[in-house]
Structure formats: structure tokens, C-alpha cells
């Protein structure tokens, strides 16, 4: 199908080509090479691009909420201006960072969700809680069972029945404090 019209519109967001004056769809999906394209422009890589890019890596694969990205960012900025860290690869220190953010936006994930997310290795952040000396928030007692089974290559079983005996501990414990 074609209009008498010459008033093309292209959307990018849909992939079509519109007749302004009828509103009549004149061609479809068109061709990547037919899409206009942009300038090219110079890319220089900076150490706050590569940043960027790995929140946001991290954020899309662990379903972060945009709060828990920004939180993880000031974190990081409060983590580097400490001088504890210089020295520390930036995806195991922003790893550290999400860990953290998630207890500060009260949803707390493992060292071993976040180890998942991220491919830091759990010890890498052990390390770096160890580092931290207490400036931060403190890891969960599920992150001592998960460490203390890897230790002794205890099996999923095992972990869950500790799991379970440390939040019947728990419970008990503030029932008394009641």
C-alpha cells in the first residue's frame, strides 16, 4: 500500500514508516541499514564510564531497584574516599558495595546471591568486610553458615538444617526479650 502524501515519518521505537498527512504505516521494520543513524562519536574510556557500566551490568542481572544502584554508588564513593581500598579491583569493590546497599535498602542479599551476581568470589568479599572494620553494615549470620559449610564442604542439607537451627535460635531469643 502506498499514500499520494510525500510527509514521511520514520519511528525508531516501533520500526515504521508513517505517512504524516493520512496516517497510513508505508514500510515496516525496515532494514537496520536503512535506519538513520547517528554520527559516531569519539569514545574515550574513563575510569567513571567503566563504572558506570558495571552498576549498571549489576543492577540489570541482579534486579536491583534504581534506589539500591544509588545507594551502592555512594557506598562506593564513601568506601574509596576511606584510603582502606585503593588497591582493590573495582568490580570486587562495587560488588562489596551492592552488598551492602541491599542491607541499607532493607533487602539483604547473601555474599553468595551477590558472589552470583556479580562473579566476585564470596572470599573476595569476606576480605573486604574483613577490611571494612566496621564502617558498614555487618554481614549475615546466613553468610557465616554459607562460609563456615564451603569450609568444610558441608552439603545443601546441612546448610539448610544450620539455617534453620540459627532462626529458631532467633526466635527464641527474642521471644525472651520480650
Not at 510525500?6 to 505517512?19: F, T
Not at 563504572?51 to 551502592?72: E, K, N
Not at 574483613?130 to 549470620?141: E, P, S, T, Y
Amino acid at each position: 500500500m502506498s499514500c499520494l502524501h510525500n510527509d514521511l515519518v520514520y519511528d525508531a521505537n516501533v520500526g515504521e514508516e508513517i505517512c504524516v498527512g493520512c496516517g497510513l504505516v508505508v514500510a515496516e521494520r525496515l532494514p537496520v541499514e536503512c535506519i538513520p543513524q547517528a554520527p559516531e562519536e569519539q569514545y574515550e574510556p574513563t575510569e567513571e564510564n567503566h563504572l558506570d557500566i558495571i552498576v549498571r551490568d549489576i543492577t540489570h542481572r541482579g534486579h536491583f531497584t534504581p534506589d539500591i544502584a544509588q545507594s551502592a554508588m555512594m557506598i562506593y564513593e564513601k568506601l574509596i574516599k576511606s584510603g582502606l581500598f585503593q588497591y582493590t579491583p573495582m568490580p570486587n569493590l562495587m560488588a562489596y558495595a551492592f552488598y551492602n546497599a541491599c542491607f541499607e535498602e532493607k533487602v539483604p542479599r547473601t555474599m553468595g546471591e551477590i558472589s552470583a551476581i556479580t562473579g566476585v568470589h564470596p572470599n573476595k568479599l569476606w576480605q573486604l568486610e574483613k577490611r571494612d572494620q566496621g564502617q558498614l553494615k555487618r554481614c549475615l549470620a546466613s553468610d557465616v553458615i554459607e562460609r563456615f559449610a564451603r569450609y568444610f564442604h558441608l552439603g545443601y542439607k546441612d546448610v539448610q538444617a544450620m539455617k534453620n537451627l540459627l532462626l529458631n535460635i532467633e526466635s527464641t531469643m527474642t521471644s525472651k526479650s520480650v
